[in-house]
């Protein structure tokens, strides 16, 4: 029986390495420990073994069993593992390129659009939209523009034949005449007039002037203009957010300054000039950035605040300018073009 | 605008300034320098006045001369020079560039070679020494100054030109004399004013000037003139030319230089007529007749309309008032006598005058722009003083006066401490009183306010008229104070808990969705061609989009949905070559309806087909890649399209769209449309776009978004496993698969007892072999559950069978077997 048994163990060893799929798995286990196998079939003869052989005996069938059991679990291992690499084909080739699109992109003026909303939205900004279609009331007069005011001759600003009609643009008064609006000022006073001070507000968005189109204009270009009205605002107050919006933007090493200049609807009013000389293409010391001033008081007793109560400033930029500096485009144009080699640099 | 800086000395003392810091104090007064340009010769060492002892041809060049020319003994005598130039003889006297000189452009002068001759130094032209504009020949100095002289003191004094911009609030700074004074403001200097003595008049000349008559004196508020007896028309002292030349104006004769000359000091346009051209020795100030015409200076005819403000005599117009002169009576060469114009026209009448001819000048750019009305008296006496002293002859009588003479007053209540809270920094009362004292802006009257603080009363000047409230004259102590001195601070301000508008929102979430699809955002115009509004605006032939004054005729109209720019910047892209899976832009777009236009917030996208070689194939996108899109980007919206197929249709909405090959959904009278699919072929051929382009755009009222602020509830579902049966129907080919969905799942809805048909999934559409013509199979996987058991087969089967029976008795569907 000993012999029996080592020579069990031995064909085991030298059968089950070898077999090659499940089912003849399957039927050498059979064989081996099943109902009717082999070493059942020994077990099945301890009976007939003297007693005092016994306990050797038992011990010899535990360890045949245990090495048997053991060649088992090994062969399913081997062919469960086989089994899985047959679902997969040949090793990849990680070098080639993947057929899949290139991942999609920003444009470059949504970009910077964003982060600059972003920049405002931590200072307690919200963003507010508006029409670009407007009215001669929202656009010019409700800030300070008188209607002899050369901004609003038919030479600069595009309108609309007075038989138009757009119905979800409202006018003050019916017989002004829709127009593109020329600044997003226009939502800064639709939302003074919709709501009640403080406010704090910036407005992206798209905006025309009628002029010819160049390497540094176009004919619709995107503005981001930002209102603040409090009790007790002040320049300093305006200096203050300025130069945080401007080196958040750029970078710390940024230096900003105030020119006094003249805006209808801001007294004081400045221009911004940036120290920028880590940025591409920046070649001058003082580069001109944006404008801003504090809203003038007539515009508050236009939209029906009380200029003795509340102050507030105002400030606009060009992102299309911003983005030009930021990234080195020399040319406004390339925006408009969309060429693919153009929009994916800036991912 | 052109300032010149030596003619700034003389009102203002900048002589110890350099270039820059008076630039600098342009700027910071609030007028951009946009230039700094150096005219005349710049201080140069080594080039000294020398005399031709001799010339003599080049021995091997045709064109050059070998010359000595004396350059003084202190210079080292003699030099030979070889020179290029045709222009001298023997015996002139020239500037001569010695070995050492740099003339401007950092041109060094060295000992050299030409053509093998020796040549030690160069004469030079006008040009070479920034003196002029010739440069063919040698600068002959024509006065013959000391051979030796170094050539600054042989040359006109050179000059600097400031070309700034004034904003249009300082009309005052439109000349010499008002920059001049904010210069004086800034660096705290005294201003001093030209002299303006003039003898005493003549006695009046009735048969120079007779009569002054003001019709329309809406738009002419003041008219004066004044009439000279015998002047002598000549050039214009050499000083007075430097100084029109250096600012751009070309000098014509004393007495139109002095006009300019004092427009430039003053900012008060002027106009002489020669006395005899004016008929009848009368002045009539009115608007053109109707259909009047007039030769203006520059030679052309111009046709005048009524609401035209002319200066003419008693028969004709003689001048487009503020405007230009007419060639009938401007002062010419034979002008012995003068009448002199001084007067204020109404800004806006200038403006539309000058508009409708097409007419500007240097005097209707300050009429527009507002002139003192005050000044005018002292720019008169400037000017005739000037005459007198420059072309002789007299002032006969009185000026001749029609107009209002009501004093200039104005004053301003201003509190030093509102101030101080307007800036939000410390400026003290001395400062402000100093900077406001430096601009002429007298503090008349001290007084007290009720909290004891000092109150100001301020007078304004005449020709600040620009400042009107309190809050101007802050304007007025910052900038003399110094923007620079604006304090840094962190930003401070109360959290106003806000939300972004819908709008912008929108916009943020589908760019996310479309840069996920692999989709490159692009920008295009709003404005478009009448026929691409046409195009995809809508079924009237003239989409009500257009402008009333387009700029150019390639984009004169409102684009009425996204598609048109996306396929014009995907053909752009096909041309140059640059693969790409497809396009997006988010934008206003412009829809037109019975009722007018709308303004709408959209999306669209395109998705051109995939003709790149790739070493392993990809699924391509089809018409249901195009839907799924949508349908996120409605959702995103607040729209569910699934809900709403069968809403009226935009029909405009879906021109420019494929045959059989897109859907439309949703209606601007609901707020909102969508269309997709693939875009018109005979469309993209005529754009010549390559290829099938599937698209999708979504547009919606702004203010149907921000709408769908529901917070979603959480749905309990079942733990138990669910119960799978498939069928096919057999349905007509042209039997759209949502109608056979929606009957299937009405059936399924109502055998399901005691518990749920959860899903209704179609799995195959399928036509052809085994079916009848016209016929197409659908198979759907139906999934039945409980909440509460595992269902039994006997209770899914029996609502099975009810299904199918429902299907064969209540729908033209049949089972397939």
Redesign the interface.
């Known amino acids: 029986m000993q012999d029996q048994l080592a020579e069990l163990v031995a064909r085991a060893e030298s059968e089950l390495p070898v077999l090659a799929s499940r089912p003849d798995f399957e039927a050498a286990k059979a064989r081996y420990v099943g109902p009717k196998g082999d070493l059942t079939v020994l077990m099945k003869q301890m009976g007939s073994v003297p007693k005092e052989e016994r306990p050797a005996m038992g011990k010899l069938i535990n360890e045949t069993k245990t090495r048997l059991q053991s060649l088992l679990d090994d062969t399913l291992a081997r062919l469960e593992a086989a089994e899985l690499a047959a679902q997969l084909g040949p090793a990849v080739d990680p070098t080639l390129p993947s057929p899949d699109p290139l991942p999609g992109t920003r444009h470059p003026l949504t970009q910077v659009r964003e982060e600059l909303c972003s920049i405002l939205r931590k200072v307690g900004f919200n963003v507010v939209e508006g029409p670009e279609v407007e009215t001669e009331y929202y656009c010019f007069d409700a800030l300070n523009t008188p209607p002899t005011h050369p901004a609003r001759d038919p030479q600069d600003t595009f309108y609309f034949p007075a038989t138009a009609s757009f119905t979800n643009v409202d006018k003050k008064v019916p017989e002004e005449k829709y127009l593109l609006r020329t600044h997003t000022s226009s939502v800064q006073i639709r939302t003074m007039l919709k709501g009640e001070p403080p406010i704090r507000i910036v407005s992206p968005g798209r905006v025309y002037r009628r002029d010819t189109v160049d390497a540094t204009h176009s004919a619709n270009f995107h503005q981001l203009e930002g209102l603040y009205i409090d009790r007790n605002v002040t320049v300093a107050d305006l200096k203050a957010l300025l130069d945080y919006v401007l080196k958040s933007l750029l970078g710390s090493e940024t230096k900003v300054r105030f020119r006094p200049h003249y805006f209808g609807y801001t007294e004081p009013s400045f221009e911004v000039d940036l120290s920028a000389r880590h940025l591409p293409k920046v070649n001058k010391e003082w580069v001109e950035i944006m404008g801003c001033g504090m809203v003038d008081p007539a515009v508050f007793d236009d939209v029906g605040y009380d200029s003795s109560v509340w102050s507030g400033y105002a400030f606009g930029m060009g992102i299309e300018r911003i983005a030009m500096m930021i990234y080195g485009i020399d040319d406004i144009r390339y925006f408009y073009q969309n060429d693919l080699r153009f929009l994916r640099q800036f991912c | 605008m052109k300032i010149s800086r030596n003619w700034l000395q003389d009102y203002v003392d900048l002589a110890d300034l350099t270039d820059e810091q008076i630039s600098e104090a342009i700027?910071?007064?609030?007028f951009?320098v946009e230039g700094i340009e150096t005219t005349g010769a710049p201080a140069l060492e080594n080039v000294v006045v020398g005399e031709v002892l001799t010339r003599e041809q080049h021995p091997n060049a045709d064109r050059l001369s070998i010359c000595d020319v004396s350059v003084g003994e202190a210079n080292g005598g003699t030099k030979r020079i070889v020179c290029g130039a045709q222009n001298y003889k023997v015996g002139d006297r020239v500037p001569v560039a010695l070995v050492g000189a740099v003339l401007p452009g950092d041109f060094k002068i060295k000992p050299s070679k030409i053509r093998g001759e020796a040549s030690e130094g160069m004469m030079c032209s006008g040009k070479e020494l920034n003196v002029g504009d010739d440069h063919a020949g040698l600068l002959i100095l024509t006065d013959r100054p000391e051979v030796g002289t170094p050539i600054n003191e042989a040359l006109p004094p050179g000059d600097v030109v400031f070309d700034i911009e004034i904003?249009?609030?300082?009309p005052d700074c439109q000349c010499h004399l008002g920059v001049a004074r904010e210069l004086a403001a800034w660096f705290r200097r005294e201003l001093v004013y030209p002299p303006a003595d003039l003898p005493a008049a003549a006695s009046a000349r009735p048969d120079l000037l007779k009569a002054l008559k003001v019709e329309a004196p809406e738009d002419c508020p003041v008219y004066t003139a004044t009439a000279v007896a015998g002047v002598a028309v000549r050039p214009s002292p050499e000083w007075m030319q430097q100084r029109l030349a250096a600012v751009g104006v070309r000098p014509i004769n004393n007495l139109v230089d002095i006009g300019n000359y004092v427009m430039l000091e003053y900012g008060q346009p002027m106009h002489a007529f020669d006395a005899s051209k004016l008929a009848d020795q009368t002045i009539v100030v009115r608007h053109a007749h109707e259909g009047e015409m007039i030769v203006t200076l520059d030679e052309k005819e111009r046709q005048l309309t009524p609401d035209m403000l002319m200066i003419a005599d008693a028969e004709k117009s003689v001048v487009v008032a503020g405007i230009m002169g007419g060639e009938n009576s401007g002062v010419s060469d034979d002008t012995t006598d003068l009448v002199l114009e001084v007067a204020a026209f109404r800004?806006?009448s200038v403006?539309a005058t000058s508009?409708k001819l097409g007419l500007s000048s240097d005097s209707s750019y300050r009429f527009e722009r507002g002139i003192d009305v005050h000044g005018l008296p002292e720019a008169t006496r400037r000017a005739l003083a000037l005459t007198v002293d420059l072309a002789g002859g007299q002032v006969c009588g009185e000026t001749l006066r029609v107009g209002s003479d009501v004093p200039w007053e104005r004053e301003v209540e201003l509190s030093p401490a509102w101030v101080r809270?307007?800036?939000?920094?410390d400026v003290s009362d001395d400062d402000q009183r100093a900077a406001l004292e430096a601009l002429d802006l007298l503090i008349i009257h001290e007084n007290e306010a009720e909290d004891g603080s000092p109150l100001w009363t301020v007078r304004i000047p005449s020709w600040r008229s620009d400042l009107d409230?309190p809050?101007?004259l802050?304007?007025e102590i910052?900038?003399m104070h110094g923007?620079?001195t604006?304090?840094?601070?962190?930003?401070?301000?109360?959290?106003?808990l806000?939300?972004?508008?819908p709008?912008?929102e929108y916009n943020?979430k589908a760019?996310t969705l479309?840069?996920?699809?692999?989709?490159?955002?692009?920008?295009?115009?709003?404005?478009r061609t009448g026929k691409d509004a046409a195009a995809w605006g809508g079924d009237v032939a003239e989409p009500?989009l257009?402008?009333?004054?387009?700029?150019?005729e390639d984009?004169s109209h409102?684009r009425p949905s996204l598609m048109g720019g996306l396929l014009d910047?995907l053909h752009?892209?096909q041309a140059?070559g640059?693969?790409?899976?497809g396009?997006?832009e988010t934008?206003?777009v412009?829809i037109p309806?019975d009722?007018?236009?709308?303004?709408c917030a959209a999306v669209g996208f395109v998705i051109p087909e995939n003709t790149a070689a790739?070493?392993?194939?990809?699924e391509p996108a089809d018409f249901y890649t195009a839907k799924r899109i949508v349908e996120t980007l409605a959702k995103h919206a607040g729209v569910d399209l699934s809900r709403q197929l069968h809403l009226p249709k935009d029909k405009g909405v879906a021109l420019g769209w494929q045959e059989g090959q897109h859907t439309l959904q949703g209606n601007m009278a609901f707020g909102w449309t969508a269309c997709y699919g693939l875009l018109d072929l005979a469309r993209l051929k005529e754009l010549g776009v390559e290829g099938k382009v599937l698209g999708g755009f979504f547009a919606i009222?702004?203010?149907r978004l921000g709408k769908t602020g529901k917070r979603s509830r959480f749905q309990p579902f079942s733990s138990h496993p669910a119960a799978l049966r498939d069928v096919a129907l057999v349905v007509d080919e042209n039997e759209p698969a949502g109608n056979v969905t929606k009957a299937l799942a009405k059936q399924a809805k109502s055998a399901a007892k005691g518990f749920e048909a959860e899903a209704i999934e179609l799995f195959d559409v399928y036509q052809g072999e085994g079916l009848p013509d016209g016929k197409k199979s659908l198979a759907y996987s139906l999934r039945f559950r409980a909440g509460d058991r595992t269902l039994r087969d006997e209770e899914v089967n029996k609502a099975f069978t009810a299904i199918l029976e429902g299907i064969a008795r209540k729908t033209a569907y049949t089972v397939r077997q």
């Open positions: 700027t910071f007064l609030g951009e904003t249009p609030n300082r800004r806006f403006r508009r809270s307007r800036l939000g920094f409230r809050i101007d802050v304007e910052l900038r923007t620079a604006i304090p840094e601070r962190i930003v401070t301000g109360p959290g106003l806000v939300e972004d508008d709008v912008a943020r760019g479309l840069v996920g699809h692999s989709l490159n955002e692009s920008v295009s115009y709003t404005l009500p257009g402008l009333d004054n387009p700029f150019v984009q409102l910047m752009l892209n140059r640059n693969a790409m899976h396009l997006f934008g206003r412009f309806s009722k007018g236009v709308q303004e790739a070493w392993t194939k990809r009222l702004p203010e």
